[in-house]
């Protein structure tokens, strides 16, 4: 897929103001500071199209960004750590949960796990969360420029382990840098046929 186009849309704290569900749609979604911004702006070529920033937690909206004509990307507020309130805090599980739980069009969200770390319980959690209620995603390991390809393939077997633990298979992943753009291609090949199986 070659991105032409990639225009910021609308923020909003309510799955139900969201644009009309007429195109496929991607949520992108991790730890504070998991690199997701740079990731987004990576994938579409853009490097200010999703704000990054060196303050975890940033991110506190349901951002849409329409991706050429064709299809929704959405930024959500990243989950863990970031230092908010606990009222704050429950107040972004509520919306992200309405958000993936009742999004008609949303076909697929990517989890963004740093490969620097090894297995976090706030992420494995999470995606056991999405597994429950039918969510489909897929893991993006990111920062992947930050290890050697050894320590990478380390990490990735840790992870394997941990979620063999309690799943049957290990989740489809992709391994990413949005510094040398390792993973882009594989990602929007991944977008390209998960469009065409979107009806409205």
């Given at each position: 897929m070659k991105i032409l186009e990639a225009i910021f849309l609308q923020s909003n704290t309510d799955y139900l103001?969201?644009?009309k569900p007429?195109?496929?749609e991607y949520a992108f979604i991790g730890r504070s500071n998991v690199g997701k911004s740079s990731l987004i702006n990576n994938l579409t070529r853009?490097?200010?199209?999703?704000k990054t920033s060196q303050t975890p937690g940033k991110t506190q909206l349901i951002n849409h960004f329409l991706v050429n004509n064709q299809w929704f990307l959405v930024d959500l507020p990243g989950y863990g750590y970031a230092k908010v309130s606990k009222e704050d805090r429950r107040k972004f599980e509520?919306?992200?949960?309405?958000?993936?739980?009742?999004?008609?069009n949303l076909l697929c969200t990517f989890v963004l796990i740093d490969v620097r770390h090894e297995p976090q319980k706030?992420?494995?959690?999470?995606?056991q969360n999405l597994a429950e209620k039918d969510i489909?995603?897929?893991i993006v390991f990111t920062k992947a420029d930050k290890l050697s390809k050894t320590a990478v393939e380390r990490?990735?077997?840790?992870?394997?382990?941990e979620m063999l633990e309690t799943w049957e298979e290990m989740p489809q992943y992709f391994v990413t840098s949005s510094v040398n753009s390792t993973g882009r291609d594989e990602l929007l090949q991944e977008i390209t046929e998960l469009?065409?199986?979107f009806v409205k």
């Open positions: 103001l969201c644009p007429e195109k496929p853009k490097k200010d199209l999703a509520k919306m992200i949960g309405e958000y993936l739980e009742n999004r008609p706030v992420d494995v959690e999470f995606m489909p995603f897929y990490n990735l077997a840790l992870y394997e382990a469009n065409l199986t």
